[in-house]
């Protein structure tokens, strides 16, 4: 480029930054005479000391060094290997606490099977923004939601990477995944963090990836092949195709135009990407990004489908109205019908009740139901509901992209604030398998471990904060045999904050 | 095509009257020394607007800070931008979403939140005394 031409760009490309910037422009960040971060945390500090239940949502003080857990059943030979989870575990600094339960700085649960037992660790994802704060005793950053009085510059995404929502293994370390920005990349030894993971370096794309959104839901098919999209407020919706070892083979931009500023998980069948666009709006006088979140019954929610070897999108279906943070699992049959279940909400009001709880305000946000799509090649679209409060789905691993016939996910029966039990749903028939954990637990995610790949085999694996001993627990049970109770849970000596995402690696 | 390229810079290129004065932008935190700085100073929101430079530079990257001088300024506001074209390639470099991935900057430090600055936060006044200004890059 000549240097008039380069020189020329710049005004074009720092706007373009702020039209595609996955958080909305907040001009008057630096002046903002209100602190509402310090009044959540006034709030907050004010509402735990009477609901016990908001322990949950107290922060991490540092890395946990390893701990031997008190088991109690016996631990199946079966199960040995590494258990990572992640999650948000810093929500408040100096007097200040962020408004969103997605802002926190991400910590990885690390509890590793043996066969002497279970074993427990947890360190910090030591990102910029993290150790910056840390050493600084404060918040130093604006989040997404939360404005900070005299922030700090944020001039990428990356700069508020908290790295706080999935952790993957990728060709033998560790990625540390956040929805609006790279992934990080971790040590697995260690849990150390390497860096920020740029998904062309090495490849054809070069630089061009660099700071693009890697969503926190990467699909990854039983050969190790991953597939991933990212998106922008502005509906820019970038998909990759990563071999087994993290290297970029395929990406491609789509200009959706979607302006609802939440796409938080999406499904591949054998033969496409499944992007699913919820029923959203945001309210353009408001700065931050959840708060502005609006659902709009109006809008029928689209599914883009995508062809999996071109990454161009190839149909579009409309569905009723709805929203979705998570879906379980997406196939085809030979006939190209296609199916797919979703955790679905009939509204947003759970993202809002995410900022209402830090707050520490309890509201009956309306839950989502467990609902299975079949879109039809003629166009129509068919969708059935299963009972039961349902958030979290998962599938066993060899199954993603085809038919499942089981699907796991959390459930409430008796709790109004957090999940409580966790069941095996059988998809064809409707059938389920609960465990009831009461409403003294906070239950989070369980996954499946299963090497014999076999529906009904293998274990499911997931931690649990019992409210009253102020102690989190990791619970293994036979997936066969739910209702059953788990055949093993194991103490730590304190609750953890509570998270959201993590994978199993068996020995 | 020629490229003006300084080390540290004493722009004279244009004759101006001689109440015009000297704008000395300091750059700091430069990463390292690879590539070149390309500077523009603009009058006026309406130029800067239109992408319209009243002066420019080129400069070699220095780590740690440097000074580019524009002399014979008239009097007026203006602002200043910059960027770090680190692998030398003539250009500001951006990833798919178009979001910066080269170091950049403004006058005034113009803080970068969430989106670019307005040329009010970068604007400064030229008069009848030389005016100092600086900006830290961003990354």
Not at chain 1, 259 to 267: E, V
Not at chain 1, 312 to 337: C, I, K, M, P, S
Not at chain 1, 339 to 367: I, Q, V, W
Not at chain 2, 76 to 93: K, L, P, Q, V
Request: proline share 4%; glycine share 8%.
């Amino acid at each position: 480029m000549q240097r008039r031409e380069a020189l020329k760009s710049m005004l074009g490309l720092s706007v373009a930054a702020a039209a595609c910037s996955p958080f909305p422009a907040l001009a008057n960040l630096a002046s903002a005479n209100e602190d509402i971060m310090a009044q959540f945390a006034t709030s907050f500090d004010k509402a735990v000391l009477n609901n016990p239940n908001l322990i949950g949502l107290k922060s991490m003080s540092g890395d946990i060094p390893w701990q031997n857990l008190t088991i109690e059943g016996k631990l199946p030979k079966a199960l040995r290997g590494n258990f990572y989870r992640n999650g948000p575990a810093v929500h408040q600094r100096n007097g200040q606490r962020y408004t969103h339960l997605f802002e926190g700085d991400g910590m990885i649960q690390h509890f590793n099977f043996t066969d002497t037992g279970i074993q427990h660790r947890a360190k910090f994802v030591k990102t910029n923004k993290y150790t910056q704060e840390q050493a600084a005793d404060k918040f130093l950053f604006s989040g997404p939601n939360s404005k900070l009085p005299g922030s700090l510059p944020v001039n990428k995404t990356d700069i508020i990477n908290a790295a706080n929502t999935n952790i993957i293994p990728v060709n033998g370390e560790l990625w540390a995944l956040w929805e609006a920005g790279s992934a990080t990349a971790i040590d697995a030894s260690s849990l150390d963090a390497k860096g920020l993971v740029n998904l062309g370096e090495n490849t054809r794309y070069g630089n061009s990836l660099k700071g693009l959104a890697f969503s926190a839901h990467p699909k990854i098919e039983a050969d190790g092949t991953i597939w991933n999209f990212g998106s922008t407020v502005t509906g820019d919706i970038v998909l990759y195709h990563l071999n087994n070892r993290g290297i970029t083979q395929k990406v491609n931009l789509l200009k959706t135009n979607y302006r609802g500023g939440m796409l938080h998980d999406f499904l591949i069948t054998q033969n496409n990407i499944l992007i699913i666009l919820p029923s959203l709006d945001r309210d353009k006088t408001d700065e931050r990004l959840f708060s502005a979140i609006r659902f709009n019954n109006s809008l029928p929610m689209k599914v883009l489908v995508i062809d999996k070897n071109t990454l161009t999108l190839t149909r579009e279906y409309q569905v009723d109205a709805g929203f979705a943070f998570h879906f379980g699992n997406a196939w085809e049959d030979t006939d190209g019908t296609i199916r797919f279940d979703a955790s679905l909400y009939p509204n947003c009001e759970n993202l809002h009740h995410m900022s209402d709880l830090m707050r520490g305000k309890t509201s009956d946000a309306t839950p989502a139901n467990t609902v299975l799509f079949t879109l039809y090649k003629n166009g129509s679209a068919h969708k059935q509901t299963i009972a039961g409060i349902s958030e979290f789905p998962r599938v066993y691993d060899h199954l993603t992209g085809l038919q499942n016939n089981l699907l796991v996910t959390l459930s409430s029966i008796q709790s109004d604030v957090w999940s409580d039990s966790v069941r095996v749903i059988n998809v064809n028939n409707g059938k389920q398998d609960t465990f009831v954990y009461g409403e003294d637990f906070l239950v989070e995610e369980h996954v499946i471990v299963d090497n014999s790949h076999q529906e009904g085999n293998g274990y499911l694996v997931g931690t649990a904060l019992h409210v009253p001993s102020k102690r989190t627990c990791v619970n293994v049970f036979k997936v066969g045999h739910v209702s059953d109770g788990p055949v093993c849970r194991a103490w730590l000596g304190q609750a953890l904050s509570l998270g959201f995402h993590g994978n199993f690696l068996t020995l | 095509m020629n490229f003006l390229t300084l080390s540290t810079l004493s722009l004279s290129l244009f004759i101006l009257p001689v109440s015009a004065q000297t704008v000395q932008f300091n750059i700091e935190g430069i990463q390292h020394d690879k590539g070149k700085l390309y500077i523009q100073l603009f009058k006026g929101e309406n130029n800067f607007k239109k992408g319209k430079a009243h002066n420019e530079a080129i400069v070699n990257a220095k780590k740690g800070q440097l000074t580019v001088t524009f002399n014979n300024v008239e009097p007026g506001d203006y602002a200043i931008r910059y960027f770090h074209d680190e692998n030398s390639n003539r250009d500001f470099d951006n990833n798919m979403f178009g979001m910066p991935i080269e170091g950049y900057g403004f006058s005034n430090n113009a803080p970068v939140n969430f989106g670019p600055p307005s040329y009010q936060q970068m604007t400064f006044m030229v008069s009848n005394v030389t005016v100092i200004n600086s900006s830290t890059v961003n990354y």
